[in-house]
């Protein structure tokens, strides 16, 4: 996925005020639109002209766009980190009126899909606000509450783009999966004269963890265990998600062999399954007691892995 550079698409200045990005967006809107333009790639002109000021011209998401920006060019390889952009809080802004389905997966690997519902529904009602936020597997597990920051953006009275946050006190729910939204009922924008305001719906992302990996409601861990446990068998503690569990290794297990803790995964109805993958890790032969029984090894076990079929 290439990187996209917005302020070239729209023909402007980084530092362009408002006035500046809604002007270039006309011209090239009568530009490119299909319906009038001669140009042979007038379509996907106007598709990347619509994205780039989707974000330009929301203070929200341009200032979320500058910070991954600043060390990133156009057409270069990119790929945000899997906790990029939590804690960002957006509004439902222009994309909702220009076809946010056709833009570009740049977009929404930054930026998400915001909950279908349409501001031309709300006349009164305040605009619902959208953010991403990182959730710990264990409070997945037992469900939480949690206090999480949301950093959003605004025009000062000079037209420019300023930051500001806010804290709030969120309640996880046990069971939630990856991709969910939790619901904030009057969290979102303010009701235009005397409405109701909008929700904030939080888009659950998981914090990443190099011991598991989640697909659904199952879970996979590596459990790391010593040849003579993989060789002869034996019963070990393995710390999961869901708490400390025995487990018994069967005898002559290998590295890649999964143990199956059916309804052990995230719950839910049905709960997934907790995978238990293992890795046979060899001690080091770093004294000389160490030596010599690796040398006993092997001289009482001839073996070779090399030997066996398809190898």
Not at 110 to 130: Q, V
Not at 210 to 222: H, I, S
Not at 283 to 289: M, Q
Request: charged fraction near 30%; aromatic fraction near 8%.
């Amino acid at each position: 996925m290439e990187f996209r550079d917005y302020y070239k698409d729209l023909g402007v200045a980084r530092d362009a005020t408002p006035e500046e990005i809604k002007k270039a967006y006309r011209k090239l809107a009568r530009k490119y639109h299909p319906d009038v333009s001669k140009e042979p790639d007038a379509e996907a002109r106007m598709r990347a002209v619509n994205e780039a000021y989707a974000v330009l011209s929301d203070p929200e998401k341009r200032a979320a766009y500058d910070q991954v920006g600043q060390a990133a060019r156009a057409g270069q390889e990119f790929r945000p980190p899997p906790d990029w952009g939590a804690g960002f809080e957006f509004s439902g802004g222009p994309f909702d009126d220009l076809g946010a389905e056709e833009f570009s997966e740049f977009f929404s690997s930054l930026f998400g899909r915001a909950p279908r519902g349409g501001a031309r529904a709300r006349r009164m009602r305040g605009g619902d606000h959208h953010a991403r936020v990182m959730v710990d597997l264990a409070d997945v597990y037992h469900g939480a509450t949690r206090t999480i920051t949301l950093r959003g953006a605004r025009l000062d009275e000079n037209g420019r783009v300023v930051s500001q946050e806010r804290t709030l006190q969120v309640a996880i729910p046990k069971g939630v999966v990856e991709g969910q939204h939790i619901r904030l009922a009057g969290q979102g924008g303010p009701g235009i004269g005397g409405g109701p305001p909008g929700d904030l719906y939080l888009e659950v992302r998981f914090t990443p963890d190099e011991r598991y990996r989640v697909d659904g409601r199952d879970v996979y861990q590596t459990v790391p265990v010593t040849p003579w446990e993989a060789a002869l068998g034996a019963e070990i503690e393995v710390t999961t998600p869901a708490g400390a569990v025995n487990v018994k290794v069967p005898p002559g297990s290998q590295t890649g062999r999964k143990l199956r803790l059916k309804g052990m995964g995230i719950p839910g109805n049905p709960p997934g399954s907790l995978y238990l993958e293992l890795r046979v890790v060899l001690p080091p032969a770093n004294t000389e007691r160490a030596r010599k029984l690796y040398e006993s090894m092997a001289r009482e076990m001839p073996f070779d892995p090399r030997a066996a079929k398809g190898a």
